[in-house]
């Protein structure tokens, strides 16, 4: 069955779909409506899920950490400065092991006050033991929904799934909604080892000394590597079970490409535009979506990048002093390699601001123009 | 307790910080600085309360339903919780911590349904003494001389009281109407005093048939004859026919003589007389007035009284002095009167009413009851005794110049109150315990007083210096409690009759609570500085460390850290945090 509707209903499907146990979560634009529809599932019975309303987006955190430690399977969603302020418990929620999946809609943080599109909020989060997925539609929103609760509990660590602020949150579109039933055998019910039991109590994540803690924080880097494999299993059975899948990055028409641009997001869509048009005129460039961030797919894009000659990254972001996280985070990655494509790194669409078709045929060309990158990452589509 | 738990590889280990046995054997009490330590304080109420009864307890017990022993708790202190709970001014409510926040507990009434409930049940005291031989009498039959001779009794004396009158309660039998303390209740209190062994002798007059000198065989000697004498007028015609005073008008009543009163009452006077001789005569079909030469702020009667009087349409006229009483026929016909104004304040810090020249006028009456207070008559009494203007000065134990001689009530320097005169009664039988032993007496103040306000318990007098639990010198006020733990909640009111049914006859005008009222009012105590156990610093504690056993909380201090957030999140101030001194 296919249905209209916005990015943030989407999530609300897809959890619905996953039948989450205990949804504790505060409003904030372009949030908002995940949680509210939620709320209406669980008021009119189509999802039997315990909703907790809380007073702040760290009790929401807290919340699902107690929620999940309990054994249940647990949902959250936030936006921009909620997700600022969540940022201690995005630690305990790893630093527990617990399997909570949260839908994050990318959104600038002020100050000044933004509410529009921005990947900064979830990037900034990148090194608090969360896997980050990003979404190019509504329909692989509500399908990485699913995913995310499989994803999470099979490496017992949380996942975190990232939409754009308004292109994807508040824009509807079909989606093709699964059959409960299917869902029900790709994603059984969740069955924790430990779990919070008055009749078999133990103390969760208590103090630990330093003759420990280093092993704790091991086993958290094990399972986040490990969970780069499973995302592509767990990719790969959502595909035999639904006849979708996603990859963890999508290259398209790189055969070939001697310029490759990488995007996340919606940018993407716009970029299968402009790769498309460039290729009619005779120009060989593709296109990379990163759609797995943390843990970063290495390997996967190395291989796609192996016979291009540049590569440029478009980041909807910005890592002050440093630039465009995926530019940094793709140079970090590639720096031991004997051999690698240059990588220049593009800025765009902060605070919302249109990426449009000529913002990246812009990049292309400058691309082009360049023998070499420059050192820091270039503002594109700039008021001038 | 279980052995701690050795990792040597990283395999070994679960995938997430979890437990997988006790911690018990890390003993984290070594890491203390500060101290919890469960410390009761001193409730405002039984502070507050000049007989020393252990309110916060009962009201704890009443919510519990446990009413029987709320009532025996109060028995402890007080013979008299039937007759306090209708007449007594109740300093204890005006003392309640929760009259800051919304309204003061219903203690007064509390006191009344506890009493009550225990009349209905046919409840007696057990008392287990051992006899002693030596033989106290006590003059005065009233709150006193009665609080005084319950608690030699129960102490193992043998006590005689000696009684003027043909009939015991002093003022509470002849001065109270029926309708504020029926003679019901007041008799089963006293019976209930009379049955643990207390002789009477009544008809006895102290001064008229005896003298202390008569009282050789008793080895120590209670005064309480209590201020039956009326304050005259001091105006001219006051001798007159239809003339008389409050306190002679409703011991006669009260003792079922008839009086005939015409219809005009000027009853004179602002106390608590004046208005139990308004409200009597109005229940006798007269149409009394009452006239007070300062205001309703200054006036001295209980404020539940003068509503109630106002409610019942009695007239009263503020600002207003009589002058002079006009007789025809030898009876009185007219009062003349003189207006006032309000001066500077006087000793007392009242206001001082000052006559206005010329403001002269008349009223026609058929009968003046003057009500302007009462005085002991000391006459009989040796000068040695050591006593001033109608006032025997008796010192902190009770205690006057003659050896063995000790008084209270209305006849000492204290407020004349039912519940003082109780608490000088339950006073003076400690000390003159402490006498006929020959015992020190100096240091027992701070053993078994409550607060700073003079209130003593004999219950901790009578447990003996072990049983003792240490006696905090803190009182607990409003600023103490964790507030946020309580709700606002509104004092529930007693159900009176109906003013029609009241002025009919002499019938209780207060009703009383049902069981489930009392229980409800009674769960609105804070409890302020005793444990409950709420089980909040069992709740809170990060460390497991407050330990439930049977009815109490114990810290393990093992395992405190002392971190202090059971004291802070203590709603009633029962616990504190001192310095471990290691």
């Known amino acids: 069955m296919k249905k209209i509707m916005v990015g943030n209903h989407a999530v609300s499907w897809g959890v619905m779909l996953s039948r989450a146990e205990v949804i504790s979560a505060y409003p904030i634009t372009p949030q908002t409506t995940i949680v509210e529809e939620l709320s209406v599932l669980c008021a009119d019975g189509r999802l039997k899920a315990k909703f907790i309303p809380v007073e702040s987006e760290h009790s929401a955190m807290a919340c699902c950490v107690g929620a999940s430690a309990a054994g249940v399977r647990t949902f959250t969603a936030t936006s921009g400065q909620g997700l600022a302020l969540m940022h201690e418990m995005l630690h305990w929620a790893s630093g527990a092991r617990l399997p909570i999946v949260m839908a994050t809609v990318n959104r600038a943080l002020g100050s000044p006050w933004n509410i529009w599109g921005e990947q ?11 896997l980050q997925l990003y979404c190019e539609s509504n329909q692989e929103v509500l399908d990485t929904t699913i995913q995310a609760f499989k994803i999470a509990e099979k490496i017992q660590l949380p996942v975190m799934l990232n939409l754009d602020a308004f292109f994807l949150s508040h824009t509807a579109e079909a989606v093709e909604i699964p059959e409960q039933h299917v869902v029900d055998s790709f994603l059984p019910r969740y069955k924790p080892t430990y779990r919070l039991d008055p009749k078999d109590p133990h103390s969760f994540g208590c103090l630990t000394p330093p003759e420990y803690f280093m092993e704790f924080r091991y086993k958290i880097q094990q399972a986040m590597l490990y969970g780069q494999e499973v995302s ?9 079970s639904f006849g979708r899948k996603y990859g963890l990055i999508e290259a398209y028409r790189c055969q070939g490409a001697d310029l490759i641009l990488v995007t996340s997001g919606t940018i993407s869509s716009t970029a299968r535009v402009v790769v498309d048009n460039l290729r009619d005129k005779g120009r060989k460039v593709g296109m990379v979506k990163v759609r797995l961030f943390r843990p970063f797919p290495k390997k996967e894009l190395l291989e796609v990048f192996r016979d291009a000659e540049k590569v440029a990254v478009v980041d909807r972001n910005v890592s002050f002093g440093v630039g465009g996280v995926f530019a940094h985070e793709l140079r970090a990655a590639f720096c031991n390699e004997k051999v690698h494509p240059p990588i220049f790194s593009y800025i765009a669409g902060l605070g919302g601001r249109d990426v449009t078709p000529q913002v990246l045929n812009d990049i292309v060309y400058q691309t082009y123009k360049r023998s070499w990158p420059e050192e820091q990452s270039v503002w594109v589509g700039m008021n001038t | 307790m279980s052995n701690q738990i050795i990792f040597k590889r990283e395999e070994e280990m679960p995938y997430l910080p979890i437990s997988l046995a006790s911690m018990a054997w890390n003993k984290t009490g070594n890491w203390r600085y500060l101290k919890p330590q469960f410390e009761n304080k001193i409730p405002p109420c039984n502070e507050g309360c000049p007989a020393g009864q252990d309110i916060e307890g009962a009201m704890f017990l009443i919510g519990e339903g446990k009413v029987l022993e ?5 028995k402890e202190e007080n013979p008299f919780p039937g007759v306090c709970g209708r007449v007594c001014f109740h300093p204890c409510e005006s003392s309640c911590n929760r009259k800051d926040f919304d309204e003061a507990v219903s203690i007064n009434a509390l006191e009344r349904f506890l009493a009550d409930t225990a009349s209905r049940q046919g409840k007696r005291l057990s008392l287990k003494r051992e006899r002693r031989k030596e033989k106290i009498a006590v003059i005065g039959s009233g709150p006193a001389g009665l609080t005084c001779a319950y608690h030699l009794t129960r102490l193992g004396y043998g006590v005689t009281v000696f009684e003027s009158l043909p009939v015991l309660g002093g003022m509470l039998r002849v001065g109270i109407p029926e309708y504020r303390l029926p003679k019901k209740t007041l008799e089963e209190e006293i019976d209930q005093i009379l049955e643990l062994g207390v002789k009477v002798e009544v008809n006895a007059h102290f001064g008229r048939d005896f003298l202390l000198s008569d009282l050789k065989e008793y ?24 003339v008389m005073s409050g306190v002679e008008f409703l011991k006669d009543i009260n003792q079922g003589k008839e009086v005939r009163l015409g219809k005009r009452v000027a009853v004179i006077g602002g106390g608590n007389t004046a208005f139990d001789a308004a409200r009597t005569a109005l229940r006798l079909g007269a149409k009394p007035f009452i006239l007070y030469r300062r205001t309703r702020e200054e006036i001295p009667a209980l404020a539940a009284e003068i509503m109630e009087a106002e409610e019942e349409g009695i007239e009263i006229s503020y600002l207003v002095s009589p002058v002079r009483l006009m007789v025809e026929n030898g009876k009185v016909s007219r009062l003349e009167c003189l207006k006032n104004r309000l001066g500077p304040a006087d000793e007392d810090g009242r206001r001082r009413p000052i006559e206005i020249k010329g403001s002269n006028f008349f009223l026609e009456v058929d009968q003046v009851i003057a009500a302007i207070g009462e005085e002991a008559d000391l006459s009989a009494l040796p000068k040695k005794i050591g006593w001033k203007e109608n006032v025997i000065l008796a010192d902190e134990r009770g205690a006057t110049k003659q050896r063995g001689v ?17 608490g000088s009664g339950k006073r003076a039988a400690i000390f003159i315990d402490c006498f006929l032993k020959g015992n020190q007496w100096e240091g027992l103040f701070d053993v078994l007083r409550i607060g700073e306000r003079g209130s003593l318990s004999i219950k901790r007098y009578l447990q003996g210096e072990e049983e003792r639990r240490p006696l905090s010198n803190k009182t607990v006020r409003l600023k103490d409690l964790n507030l946020d733990y309580f709700d606002y909640k509104k004092r529930k009111k007693m159900p009176k009759a109906q003013i029609s049914k009241r002025l009919e006859s002499f019938a209780e005008v207060n009703l009383g609570f049902s069981e489930e009222t009392a229980r409800e009012e009674a769960g609105r105590c804070f409890n302020c500085g005793v444990c409950n156990l709420c089980d909040n610093c069992y709740i809170f504690c990060p460390d497991v460390a407050i330990q439930k056993q049977d009815d109490s909380q114990v810290i393990d201090y093992d395992h405190c850290k002392g971190c202090g957030i059971c004291v802070e999140e203590c709603p009633r101030d029962a616990l504190v945090l001192v310095e471990e001194r290691k």
Do not use: C, Y
């Open chain 1, 120 to 130: 900064t909020d979830s990037l900034a989060q990148r090194d608090t033991g969360w």
């Open chain 1, 232 to 240: 592509r299993q767990v990719d790969e059975e959502f595909g035999q």
């Open chain 2, 70 to 74: 709320a009532w025996e708790l109060f």
């Open chain 2, 219 to 242: 080895q120590a000697i209670f005064l309480a004859m209590g201020s039956h004498r009326s304050k005259n007028l001091g105006i001219p015609g006051e001798k007159a026919e239809g």
């Open chain 2, 406 to 422: 000790f008084a209270g009530g209305d006849i000492i320097q204290q407020p004349r109150t039912v519940v003082h005169a109780i």
